[in-house]
């Protein structure tokens, strides 16, 4: 082994003071500006929720793109059901410097199955958001299902599936079930028998994107979503080899990482045998996320080739690609490096290199040298290389690309944030006293808490800040890490990287790139009104009342109808309706009409976003599957039927027992708006002048300003508004008699940590016993940072106090 001569190597160690000599890094800044995405996070205080829940959120903007972080004034929230698309709930929130707070609740009504949280900001650039953020979520109910259901393959390899419904005590339903199934694209409807039962017989399909059978049933007014994952027919797996550098070169002994996947782009573990010129050479595997390496030293005229030793796939011959006659080898034995990079050179064609270390959007190293030498390892210092995901480029004297790869620079994984609680484990309704102490490193950060029942965090959907920055909104779909947080596990990165690139950033589109081509036109989403006379167009402006149940506002549009309607016209406190109407004595002749960009793009989103992570086989056989388990809800001991009528009027609230115009109830507690019991038929609706508990401190109740609407008149248009966060309601839940199964029992929109000293908090634990787990994320003053710990629930003994 030959080492870099000294004289490079004091070059090389003094890069970073050449960098700028890069005559790339005017176009490599154009390039980065031309695909450079914003990095948008939201923390949602869990992925498994129920009817009637809150979903509680944070969102951090943590990177700008086209435009500065502060022009990003609003965000939305939209729920979207996978089954069909269906946008079922949005809501959007004002942002403040990268940061948005706020809550959405769950309705009653709301099928069971699998969702999307889709946000996105106001910002456009080419009509598209320049920030979205995708989390997967499962709603669950706390009721049992009022009939059961299940699916079971009739026989191996074949696509017949038996259905059966039966009543909560396993007897007959004494009516048919009405059935709606699509498998691929094959849709049909039809009945179960007078045994509840329904043989499906679905057709064979090539190529189906989608492995799951969905299935939708409805019995009188109660309905029900179930799917089941059939197996595939033999098929052609996709396998892609990826020699360390970038080419296979003759002559050089060289790294190969490869990949293989299913037809449905899920990772496979299997092993394989490596041929050359039809003889056996090797044997070679790939991990549990599909990804292996070997070692081979080619010969340049060999065909070298792969079969796949696995019972589910087609038996086929996969070929490596050929090799160089002349070219570079390069190797990175730790991709995960911190303050240095260690490289090894290889080459058969000695020449002038140039070795250039960027992120495409910037270039931190620049040097070029003679590789007189067959073999060199050169240790290059980072001193000016971000945190994060780089790349090294080697270039010939033309700046044509002979070797690249990806490492990531500064890593460490050690704790930036220490979480101690003052127990390891509590019973029910015992106070929990937490401590959050940042590392002496960090002296200021800002973060969102969540403690919630870890069966509500779903490894497959959990997302965390440091994963999602780094990794997830850099590279295209990652396999699942089975060991919880990705990047913590330093076996996956190294895995990833080998195999994983800049999707987004290639040399090769950046060579073909001219700055001048790259057209940017960028917009913001907006809520724009149009009055009309009799159905034709003003001539003359008109007064707007913007109405909600707290005040009341004035627009006047242009002469043409148009007017805006801005953040602060449309700021109302969650829950309340908002509605328009024309101050004008005779109403009747005029009509609001919205345009709300935001539910526009949404409903645009709503069929792209399913395609942004791998489709899952779902498994879910039974619907009691869906059905939260008796340790998590209370005793229902009545139902309460809510009826949805058509209501063309002007009321605010939300139709629920005991609640008024403005949607506010009072509980048997004398709580205000419990979040613990909406919908209770035993609500009262609050009276002015009257003092009631809420959010732990009394508070004096107030008129409800609804009571100004006419209810029944249709001269109101309504529109949505800007909602303001709600604090979470923390209880100490010391009325015996009120059940307390909260799955989230503590929740903080941004908590400021200082170094210098500890970040001391309490709260309760509920009704609810098992596993619980605290989670923090957030942003330091140059980093994101993310810490979790976990505590246990136990029943209380009789003999507790």
Not at 109 to 115: A, C, D, K, M, V
Not at 373 to 378: A, M, S, V, W
Not at 548 to 576: K, W
Not at 596 to 623: C, E, G, T, V, W
């Amino acid at each position: 082994m030959r080492y870099l001569s000294l004289a490079i190597l004091l070059a090389l160690l003094s890069l970073k003071a050449n960098a700028q000599d890069d005559p790339l890094v005017d176009r490599l800044k154009a390039y980065g500006d031309a695909k450079q995405n914003a990095n948008l996070f939201v923390h949602f205080d869990k992925n498994v929720y129920t009817n009637y829940e809150t979903i509680w959120f944070t969102a951090y903007l943590i990177r700008k793109s086209k435009a500065p972080i502060n022009q990003h004034k609003l965000i939305s929230v939209a729920l979207i059901r996978d089954a069909d698309s269906t946008v079922v709930i949005e809501e959007r929130f004002p942002m403040q410097n990268g940061l948005a707070f706020g809550s959405l609740v769950l309705p009653d009504s709301l099928l069971t199955g699998n969702y999307r949280l889709l946000a996105i900001t106001d910002r456009l650039t080419n009509s598209s958001p320049e920030a979205l953020f995708v989390q997967p979520i499962t709603i669950k109910t706390n009721i049992d299902a009022p009939f059961k259901a299940s699916m079971k393959l009739i026989e191996p390899g074949s696509n017949k599936v038996l259905l059966s419904v039966t009543s909560k005590d396993n007897r007959f339903l004494p009516k048919p079930t009405m059935v709606s199934y699509k498998y691929g694209n094959f849709t049909k409807t039809a009945k179960t028998d007078a045994s509840g039962q329904l043989l499906l017989d679905l057709p064979k399909q090539e190529n189906i994107s989608d492995p799951n059978l969905h299935v939708k049933l409805k019995y009188e007014k109660d309905s029900s979503l179930i799917s089941m994952a059939l197996p595939p027919e033999k098929s052609r797996a996709s396998v892609k080899f990826y020699p360390e550098g970038g080419n296979l070169v003759a002559g050089l002994p060289m790294n190969i990482a490869w990949e293989v996947k299913d037809q449905f782009q899920m990772p496979i573990a299997l092993s394989a045998l490596l041929f050359k010129n039809n003889q056996v050479i090797d044997t070679i595997e790939t991990s549990s996320y599909g990804i292996g390496k070997f070692r081979l030293l080619a010969d340049a005229d060999a065909d070298y080739t792969v079969k796949l030793a696995h019972s589910g796939l087609i038996d086929s011959i996969y070929h490596l690609p050929k090799a160089l006659k002349k070219g570079v080898g390069l190797s990175i034995p730790e991709a995960l490096a911190q303050d240095s990079l260690r490289i090894g050179l290889r080459t058969n064609d000695a020449k002038k290199l140039t070795i250039r270390i960027h992120n495409f959007k910037e270039s931190f190293v620049y040097a070029t040298f003679e590789m007189e030498q067959h073999f060199r390892t050169i240790k290059i210092p980072l001193n000016e290389v971000p945190k994060g995901l780089n790349t090294i480029t080697i270039t010939d004297s033309l700046d044509r690309p002979l070797a690249e790869r990806m490492f990531f620079a500064h890593y460490d994984s050690s704790p930036k944030l220490s979480l101690s609680t003052n127990e390891p484990s509590y019973t029910q309704r015992q106070k929990v006293s937490l401590s959050l102490k940042l590392d002496s490193k960090i002296e200021n950060a800002l973060v969102s808490i969540a403690c919630v029942q870890d069966s509500r965090l779903n490894g497959k959907n959990t997302n965390d800040i440091e994963s999602y920055t780094f990794l997830n909104n850099e590279l295209e779909q990652l396999p699942l890490n089975v060991n919880g947080q990705a990047y913590k596990d330093k076996a996956y990165l190294e895995q990833i990287l080998l195999v994983k690139g800049w999707r987004r950033y290639t040399w090769q589109e950046f060579q073909e790139f001219r700055p001048e081509s790259a057209a940017f036109k960028t917009d913001s989403l907006q809520v724009i009104g149009k009055v009309t006379k009799s159905k034709k167009e003003l001539v003359a402006p008109v007064i707007v009342g913007v109405l909600n149940a707290q005040q009341m506002g004035l627009i006047t549009t242009r002469s043409t109808g148009l007017f805006n309607l801005n953040t602060n016209e449309l700021m109302a406190e969650a829950g309340r309706k908002m509605y328009l109407f024309v101050n004008e004595k005779n109403k009747l002749p005029y009509k609001i009409e919205v345009d709300d960009a935001f539910s526009n793009m949404n409903a645009k989103l709503r069929h792209q976003i399913s395609y942004q992570s791998n489709i899952l086989p779902s498994n879910l056989l039974n619907n009691s599957e869906l059905v939260l388990q008796s340790n998590e809800k209370a005793i229902r001991l009545k139902e309460v039927t809510i009826t949805a009528k058509k209501d063309n009027g002007f009321t605010f609230g939300r139709g629920l027992p005991g609640s008024n115009a403005c949607g506010d109830y009072v509980c048997r507690y004398n709580i205000l708006n419990c979040p613990n019991h909406v919908g209770d038929s035993d609500n009262t609706q609050p009276v002015p002048g009257r003092t009631y508990m809420t959010n732990g401190h009394s508070m004096l109740y107030t008129e409800c300003k609804a009571s100004v609407a006419n209810n029944g008149n249709e001269l109101f248009t309504p529109v949505k508004g800007i909602r303001l966060q709600k604090e979470f309601y923390l209880s100490d839940y010391k009325e015996p008699q009120e059940p307390a199964f909260f799955s989230t029992i503590y929740w903080n929109y941004a908590t400021l940590l200082k170094g210098d000293k500890a970040t001391d908090l309490s709260f309760y634990t509920s009704d609810i016993t098992g596993k619980f787990r605290i989670v923090v994320q957030g942003l330091t003053d140059n980093d994101v940072i993310y810490a979790e710990r976990f505590f246990e629930v136990k029943a209380k003994q009789k003999s507790d106090p």
